[in-house]
């Protein structure tokens, strides 16, 4: 449940930081120069101090009162704190990594030029003192006037409570006008009147922390109810322990709630992957009657494509996946309209056949990424805007992967509708797939829609493969592993019919996800078999059955 | 497209020239490999190894799956994609029978217990695994456990009317879940790694050429039975039906034909002749283990029948062997191309054959008949 | 019931599809031995009513009575098939992959069962039952045939022999004329003709002429009811029928 502030943040979080710190000092700038060397001189002792001696300098220096003082000390938190061996000054660099360094003035915050790596000797820190650093940076952030720094600086106070941190926290709840700050407030001080040694307080204080999710607070209220291994309360007023009891279940409760709503999530992803597979198949197999088996491979190449480009462009992996897009759909959908002229045109009407047909294809494909990739898997690299998790509260968090693949195939999925219902060619693809020999009569090139369709539902299958890329390693069996599950999905939502697929892959999305915890990922496959093949008893023809060519089976 | 005898199917009158020579040709294998893995000197060129004996009793068995396909597939139009579960149960029923009789021998030394429950803590034999020390009972379990999957699975696939590719799809996750369910080590069939190191069969050293020698007879005698009894099935009325099931079912079904009960008739008899080939097959390769019932092992034996001629039973051993013989070489040759070359042949064989080797050499035939 | 010992009974069958009505609460009756021809424009519920009597439709409300013991909803397809109904579809389907002689010995009456298939052989008196019908149906030199090579006429007159190899009580024959040449036509309604009596009959046909040669008593359906009844001239002299049938 530890997902920290993301990545995504921080540049974020240091600007408004840089911000806050600029407003004061126009107003300071007449005694500007006196503080400076001041806390130039006091900056300059972190050099050769001890670290039990370097707290007592950060102690002074947040005293200074310098209005870069934060930029200061987050710096030094965050071990980009250098000083330059041949002059001894002291800078901030941009970024810990990389070499040459580039510098930043730590009065000014200025753009210093840069220095080579080696040429710079960094400031080190340990955990006490880094535990320093991070309460005091907080202080300086419960005054900063956006509301979401000063709530990740409570947060942040939250995990080391003492004295000094519940006396600013206790000033700031007068002044706090932010509920949810204020509510974070409230748990601290409520944490910290758990030790108190008035009862009632302490009651008040549980009563506040139930309705807290944090896994932190559960396990504060949880030591309550502890025994000892003598077996009695290591707490003695029962009073207490037992709205402590009370306390700790009403938040297991909301924990678990959140809980099963993220597994909901995951399941939803995981169908939506499902719904992208099944989409493309739905077209292929619905329309035309035609069973592809190589449709994994397809999507294997769009995952592959996706290497490729982030391979290509390797300084811009945050575009590169979206370049990779349409790339992906060009690539599967040529090699579709390929294996459609080439092969499946002399196989229409004959199902079997084209299962037999596309298998072999879907062999060659694999061999041909061997070749080429080796049979090694490739990682791609999820770039930084796709990392991280969005957190709701203390208890759910959802990936940013997981939300965009979903979001992604809401899109793909209402595109593809569009196309079908409100474009030409898909009026003259839902024509030919309704009566051929009428379309054609009608001067519809049936020839060219066939091959217009395969290469729509093969790029689909390319699409599907960058979003599939961004959740697990693209080797060569990944169209294997999935080309069973969706083809399930066509059969279970009716074939041809993209609504079913895209209710057909959440739910054996979901059902997946709600079943492995308890059964295991392989009972939960073989569940879904088994209620699949218990389903088409009741529904032979799916969830909703096609009237079409593909649909009549002699 | 497919009927390609029956031009010469009169009533009950039936010349099946090709069977006769697949059954010679078995007959002289049976009479052969003994007598030159036996009596011809192994410094001859003539010799053939104990590696020759289990390749070709390996082609043997997979001609029996072949042929289990081609029952279903050519005559009734049903084409299953997890024939390899069939194949791999029977292989497994008698793969467990094996493992019993391994006894105190294994590393761990315990009497009862495979090797693989001491390893993972088993504390005593699963009741699944009683009796099959006897090898009456593992024989019994090696029909049984074929018979009543293809039983269950087919009674509910069939009477709801599941055909044509939605059979093949659901046929093709059965025996994928069945794969992943084997490779689980709670199973309690040996997790991924399955049963291997066994030590004989019936008191005889599985490592002797002896038994080798005895085991391909079995297995080519298994296989001219198996050969002869679908080959009654097909001439018999019950072998018309199917065939009329197959170009028109809806239509069998109005003259009176339970077309439901004969389906699931011929699958499971079709699944009995697989799980048999499976149970013949361990022996001989001394390994069975989940990959066994990887959907693709169902799809490559779908392209044997294809390859050799559907709906002729003897083109369907023929066409295993040759594509089994194909695999041997290019993957010990060229294993990179192997992939290739099978795709290709799927590709090519519905493209350009699809009626496989003997229905070009019958077209042929006939081109010369019609000539004279 | 309004009659005793009719050979069908259908009372107020309704199927509809998606909304559509196939049947309307459709009733008709067939005598043991009696031919009667339904006629009705496309779309009257003339091949549902089939369906509806050998079990591949079920209706949604109504009865169908084959005699007045067999409850034809309560069977399927093949108990019906076995309890003595014959259908000769309207697209000519026989068993291209069988020969003629083939096609007709599945229709033997007899065993069906798998079991019983796998043992069946043809006795003399069998085979001497399929050379009759051969020859009834004209097909005796083509008996060694594929069912595939037959022409149009050829096969609808297959069909008509494995209906005559099943030796049902009551034969449904759908269009039994349509892509034949007068000559054949003449034939086929001499056929049918045959056996009326012996069997009783339902045949749907559009070729007025053809109806009107085979036809005593004719059922007109339109939109799944029935709208007319009686002898040929009735039913043409009917306004409502001249209504659906011209547009008058």
């Keep these: 449940m530890k997902h920290l502030p993301s990545g995504g943040h921080k540049p974020l979080f240091m600007l408004l930081l840089a911000l806050w710190v600029a407003v004061p000092v126009r107003a300071q700038s007449s005694s500007q120069s006196a503080s400076d060397s001041s806390f130039l001189s006091t900056l300059g002792e972190l050099r050769e101090a001890s670290y039990s001696d370097k707290a007592g300098i950060v102690e002074r220096l947040s005293q200074s009162g310098h209005p870069s003082i934060r930029a200061v000390l987050v710096a030094f938190l965050e071990d980009r704190l250098y000083f330059r061996n041949d002059d001894q000054k002291i800078f901030i660099v941009k970024s810990a990594e990389g070499d040459p360094l580039t510098l930043i003035d730590p009065l000014s915050l200025k753009d210093a030029g840069s220095a080579p790596a080696d040429s710079l000797t960094k400031i080190g820190t340990n955990n006490g003192l880094r535990r320093t650093l991070r309460t005091t940076v907080a202080h300086f952030a419960l005054a900063s006037p956006d509301a979401a720094v000063r709530l990740a600086a409570v947060q942040d106070m939250l995990r080391s409570l003492d004295d000094a941190t519940v006396a600013l926290l206790r000033d700031r709840m007068g002044v706090e006008t932010n509920s949810r700050v204020k509510k974070e407030i409230a748990t601290g001080l409520a944490l910290a009147a758990l030790d108190d040694s008035d009862t009632n307080a302490r009651l008040n204080a549980i009563a506040t922390l139930k309705s807290s999710v944090s896994q932190d607070v559960r396990n504060k209220l949880a030591v309550l109810i502890e025994k000892s291994p003598d077996g009695s309360f290591t707490e003695h007023d029962e009073t207490v322990r037992r709205a402590a009891t009370n306390a700790v279940e009403t938040i297991d409760r909301w ?220 080797g060569p069996n990944l169209g294997q592993s999935y080309i069973i599950d969706s083809f399930m999905v066509v059969v279970f939502g009716g074939v041809g019919n993209l609504w079913g697929s895209l209710i057909g892959g959440l739910s054996m999305g979901v059902v997946n996800e709600l079943l492995e915890p308890f059964a295991g990922a392989v009972l939960a496959k073989i569940f879904v078999l088994v209620a699949l093949i218990l389903f088409i008893q009741i529904r032979p023809r799916g969830l909703f059955p096609q009237a079409g060519r593909a649909g009549e089976d002699k | 497209m497919l009927g390609l005898w029956h031009g010469n199917a009169g009533a009950g009158l039936h010349k099946d020239r090709g069977g006769s020579s697949f059954l010679a040709v078995l007959v002289l294998v049976a009479i052969a490999v003994p007598v030159l893995n036996q009596v011809v000197p192994a410094s001859s060129a003539l010799h053939i190894s104990p590696f020759g004996i289990t390749l070709i009793g390996k082609y043997l068995c997979y001609g029996m799956l072949a042929l289990a396909v081609d029952l279903i597939w050519g005559y009734c139009g049903i084409l299953s994609l997890g024939h390899a579960a069939f194949f791999s149960l029977g292989g497994y029923a008698m793969g467990m029978y094996l493992m019993r009789q391994i006894g105190p021998r294994g590393v761990y030394g315990d009497p009862i217990l495979p090797d693989f429950m001491v390893f993972l803590n088993y504390k005593s034999l699963p009741w699944f695994w ?32 599941v055909t044509g590719v939605y059979f093949s799809i659901i046929t093709q996750a059965l025996t994928y879940a069945l794969m992943l369910a084997f490779f689980r080590n709670d199973m309690g069939f040996g997790g991924n790694n399955g049963f291997t190191d066994f030590k004989d069969i019936l008191s005889f050293d599985l490592h002797s050429d002896k038994t080798r020698v005895v085991l391909l007879v079995i297995t080519a005698a298994a296989l001219a039975v198996s050969y002869m009894a679908c080959r009654a099935i097909v001439d018999s009325r ?135 | 019931m309004s009659a005793r010992d009719k050979r069908l009974y259908l009372e107020d069958l309704t199927v509809s599809f998606d909304g559509f009505k196939a049947l309307n609460q459709l009733s008709l009756y067939v005598d043991p031995g009696e031919m009667l021809c339904i006629i009705g424009p496309n779309g009257a519920g003339k091949t549902t009513m089939m369906d509806v009597i050998t079990g591949k439709t079920r209706p949604d409300s109504g009865t169908a009575w084959f005699g007045d013991s067999i409850d034809l909803l309560r069977l399927s397809e093949p108990q019906i098939v076995a309890a003595g109904i014959g259908r000769k579809f309207q697209k000519p389907t ?22 019983k298939t796998l043992r069946a052989r043809i006795t003399s008196e069998q085979h001497q039952r399929i050379d009759e019908v051969l020859e009834i149906i004209g097909l ?109």
Excluded: C
């Design chain 1, 255 to 474: 924990r678990t709630f959140y809980s099963d709503i993220e597994t909901l999530f995951f399941g939803l992803s995981l169908g939506s992957v499902l719904v992208l597979i099944a989409i493309g198949l739905a077209i292929t197999f619905g329309v035309m009657g035609v069973i592809n088996m190589a449709h994994g491979e397809l999507m294997m190449l769009g995952a592959y494509t996706t290497f490729a480009v982030q391979s290509a462009m390797p300084g811009h992996i945050g575009i590169s996946i979206l370049v990779a897009i349409p790339a992906a759909f060009i690539v599967s959908g040529l090699t579709g309209v390929l294996m459609e002229r080439t092969i499946i045109r002399f196989l229409y009407g004959r199902p079997l056949e084209t299962l037999l047909a596309t298998f072999g294809v879907s062999l060659v494909l694999q061999q041909t990424v061997r070749s080429i990739f080796s049979a090694l898997n490739r990682s791609v690299v999820t770039p930084e805007w796709m990392s991280g998790s969005l957190r709701l509260n203390d208890a759910l968090a959802i990936t940013y992967n997981r939300l965009y693949i979903v979001i992604f195939t809401i899109i793909v999925f209402s595109l593809i509708l569009m196309v079908l219902k409100r474009t030409r060619i898909g009026l003259d693809i839902r024509a030919v797939s309704q009566n051929r020999a009428m379309a054609k009569a009608m001067g519809i090139r049936t020839e060219w829609v066939d091959a217009a369709t395969f290469g729509l539902g093969s790029g689909i299958a390319g699409v599907a493969g960058v979003a599939l890329s961004q959740l697990t390693n693209v």
């Design chain 2, 130 to 161: 009683y009796g099959l020390n006897h090898f009456a009972i593992a024989l019994t379990m090696v029909v049984l456990a074929p018979a009543l999957l293809a039983a269950v699975f087919g009674w509910f696939a069939f009477r709801s009317r």
């Design chain 2, 238 to 372: 019950a072998g018309r039906v199917m065939r009329a099931i197959r170009d028109a079912e809806s239509r069998t079904r109005f003259i009176g034909y339970p077309v439901e009960s004969f389906k699931l008739w011929v699958f499971v008899f079709s699944a009995v002749i697989a799980g048999i080939a499976g149970a013949l097959y361990v022996p001989q390769i001394g390994i069975i283990n989940p990959s066994e019932f990887d959907p693709i092992n169902s799809i490559e034996a779908v392209i044997w029948v294809a390859v050799g001629g559907r709906g002729t039973l003897y083109g369907a051993i023929l066409g295993a062997v040759l594509v089994n013989y194909a695999k041997t070489y290019l993957t010990g040759a060229f294993p990179e191309v192997w992939l290739y070359a099978l795709g290709a042949l799927f590709v090519f064989v519905t493209l350009f054959l699809p009626r496989g080797i003997i229905g070009l050499v019958k077209a042929h035939e006939q081109e010369r008949g019609k000539d004279q």
């Design chain 3, 94 to 115: 026989v068993f291209e992959q069988l020969t003629v002689f083939e096609n007709l010995e599945l229709a033997l009456a007899g065993g069906r069962s798998f079991l």
């Design chain 3, 140 to 248: 005796s030199d083509q008996r060694q045939s594929l069912g595939r090579i037959l022409a149009h006429g050829q096969k609808q007159w297959l069909e008509i022999g494995m209906l005559l190899m099943q030796n049902p009580e009551l034969l449904l024959v759908d269009e039994p004329v349509a892509g034949m040449t007068p000559h054949e036509i003449e034939r086929t309604a001499e056929l049918l003709t045959s056996l009326a009596g012996e069997h009783s009959l339902v045949v749907v046909e559009h070729d007025m002429a053809f109806v009107r040669s085979i036809a005593k008593r004719v059922t007109v359906l339109h939109e799944g009811s029935v709208i007319a009844e009686g002898n040929m001239d009735k039913v043409q002299n009917d306004p409502r029928v001249r209504e659906v049938y011209l547009g008058e």
